[in-house]
């Protein structure tokens, strides 16, 4: 493993000019849906940051080592051979702190690396995914329950409480005639982060309709304090292919098990493990949205008063968990990432 590792610390000098960004592979605009995020584009490669971990910095200059110099045939072979997670433990460290850091930024690197340095071979998310595959398929067959890369590609982890839901429709969407995909639109207050340093919200919508019972607002907010996503209620809870019935007036049947336009509601808690999504390049902003990842660990799980509700034990923990215990459980893993 050192020999291959090595070939993932070569330290090579980078640039840290902004040069004039590109982006050829831009879409044209996208729907409203619900929230679109906007974002500065890229202007370095790599993007390191003052603010930035040991393990951050050194995943950003590892990967511009790689992109800077296609590996070899045989250094590919060696590390496909790679059959013991000990040997890859150190990869997944790193790969943990990039999303953990700004999982934004990290997609904008990944997409959008070669058109700002001309000295990139191609883009660094082939490589990035044959990396975490490779991790993932290791991890499956020794039996690991596959939590640690779930976590790993988390973009964000958090502890949220609802103040507003809203309905509406993607019309990119094809499920609806004339209307596309339905959407449910989530605005929520952050109320603990397990997972997340750098984490993309906006303005606060619905909070001041919140009152407490004197008639004041709950809370007082600046720009930008309140954490969008958005999903879509025909999706199976437990991430299978939406399936959709739809009557002549356009209403809804929803399958039996799909997450329904009540799947989360207002003045209500909960754990969400949630992705950020890239969706277009507008000629000044990059635009994202954030939604939950649904399949195998399941990416909503409620909490009512203080019990973190996990029907199918999907973290060995119990089907009703304290919140203490649950967060504790996950930092714990966490924790063997960064510190393998």
Request: charged letters at 15%.
């Amino acid at each position: 493993m050192k020999k291959i590792f090595l070939i993932f610390v070569i330290l090579i000098p980078v640039s840290m000019r902004a040069q004039t960004p590109a982006w050829p592979d831009s879409s044209g605009p996208t729907s409203a849906g619900c929230y679109r995020l906007a974002v500065h584009p890229l202007t370095e490669a790599p993007p390191l940051r003052s603010d930035m971990s040991l393990s951050t910095l050194l995943g950003y200059i590892y990967l511009d080592s790689v992109m800077r110099t296609p590996l070899s045939d045989s250094q590919w072979a060696a590390f496909e051979a790679i059959q013991s997670f000990d040997s890859l433990k150190d990869i997944l460290k790193y790969i943990y702190a990039l999303t953990a850091y700004d999982p934004v930024l990290l997609a904008e690197y990944n997409r959008d690396a070669p058109y700002i340095n001309p000295g990139y071979w191609s883009k660094p998310s082939p490589v990035l995914f044959h990396m975490e595959e490779k991790i993932g398929s290791v991890l499956q067959s020794s039996g690991d329950t596959t939590q640690k890369m779930y976590l790993t590609m988390a973009s964000y982890i958090l502890h949220i409480k609802v103040i507003g839901v809203t309905r509406n429709w993607d019309s990119m969407g094809h499920y609806v005639s004339g209307k596309g995909t339905p959407q449910s639109c989530v605005e929520a207050l952050i109320l603990d982060t397990i997972k997340g340093q750098h984490i993309l919200t906006g303005d606060c919508e619905f909070l001041h309709r919140i009152k407490s019972g004197d008639g004041k607002t709950l809370a007082d907010t600046t720009p930008g304090d309140c954490f969008h996503f958005d999903f879509n209620p025909i999706t199976d809870k437990s991430g299978n292919n939406p399936t959709i019935n739809v009557l002549p007036s356009d209403s809804i049947i929803f399958a039996q098990n799909a997450m329904g336009w009540n799947g989360v509601v207002a003045d209500s808690e909960y754990i969400v493990f949630c992705a950020a999504r890239y969706f277009d390049y507008d000629g000044t902003y990059s635009s994202f949205d954030i939604t939950p990842i649904m399949g195998g660990q399941g990416g909503i799980y409620p909490v009512n008063g203080g019990i973190v509700s996990d029907p199918k034990n999907n973290w060995r923990l119990g089907t009703s968990v304290a919140i203490g215990d649950f967060e504790t459980a996950l930092k714990a893993t966490i924790s063997k990432i960064q510190n393998p």
